[in-house]
C-alpha cells in the first residue's frame, strides 16, 4: 500500500471497514479451529501461517534457513492486499513474540483498521498433548513446533495490544460465543 492511498472510509463509504483479528497460542491449543469458524461467522478470510511455512519446506528450503519468518512475512503480504481491498482477515499464527505480535499492529496501522488479538490456550494438559499427537496432514509433517518456553509472556509494547484469551479445554461454542462478542466491542 502505497502512503499515498486514500483512507479506508473514502475507499468504501458505507460499506463495512475490514478488521484485522491475529490468532496466538501454541500449537494444538485450538487456534485454527477458532479461526476458521470466527473467519466463517466474520465472513473474514483466514490465513494460516502453518500451511506456509509446510510449504517453504516441502519445496526444499532447508529447515536451518528463517523458514518460519518468510511464512510470516508471506502471510502479512496477503492479508495486506485483502485489507486494501477491503476484506477482513484473520491470521492463524503461533505468535509466539514480542516482534511477531508487533507486525500485526504495524500491518493494521498501514491499513488503517482495527486489530484484535484472539490468544489460545489449553489448561488441560492431557487435551493438549492428545490434540498434538493426532496431528497427519502436510502442516503436521512438515511442522516446526513450538516449545511452551518459546512462547513468551505478553509484556512491552505487545501488551497493549486489543486481546481475548480463550481456554480452549473449555466448550468450543463457549469459546466461539466469546471471541465474537470480543470482536464486536
Known amino acids: 500500500m502505497t ?6 472510509d ?10 484485522l483479528v491475529v490468532t496466538a497460542g501454541l ?6 479451529t477458532i479461526a476458521e469458524i470466527v473467519a466463517g461467522r466474520l465472513g473474514a478470510t483466514a490465513i494460516s501461517v502453518d500451511p506456509i511455512e509446510a510449504a517453504i519446506l ?3 528450503i532447508d529447515a536451518d534457513q528463517p523458514t518460519g519468518l518468510a511464512a510470516y512475512l508471506v ?8 485489507l486494501v481491498s477491503g476484506q477482513s482477515v484473520i491470521v492463524d499464527a503461533v505468535n509466539a513474540v514480542e516482534p511477531a505480535r ?17 490468544e489460545t490456550v489449553c489448561l488441560d494438559v492431557h487435551l493438549h498433548e492428545e490434540r498434538l499427537s493426532k496431528r497427519t496432514d502436510l ?19 505487545a ?6 484469551t480463550l481456554d480452549t479445554s473449555r466448550p468450543l461454542g463457549e469459546n466461539v460465543h466469546a471471541a465474537l462478542a470480543f470482536l464486536d466491542r
Open 139 to 157: 502442516t503436521a509433517a512438515y511442522a516446526v513446533e513450538q516449545s511452551i518456553d518459546d512462547y513468551a509472556e505478553w509484556r512491552g509494547a
Open 75 to 82: 502471510a502479512e503480504r496477503m492479508a495486506e492486499q485483502l
Open 159 to 164: 501488551a497493549s495490544l486489543p486481546r481475548i
Open 27 to 32: 500449537p494444538g491449543s485450538g487456534k485454527s
Open 102 to 118: 508487533l507486525q500485526w499492529r504495524d500491518l493494521a496501522e498501514r491499513c488503517g483498521v482495527k486489530l484484535s488479538v484472539i
Open 58 to 60: 516441502k519445496a526444499g
Open 10 to 19: 473514502r475507499q468504501f463509504g458505507e460499506v463495512r471497514v475490514p478488521v
Open 3 to 8: 502512503d499515498k492511498a486514500a483512507p479506508l
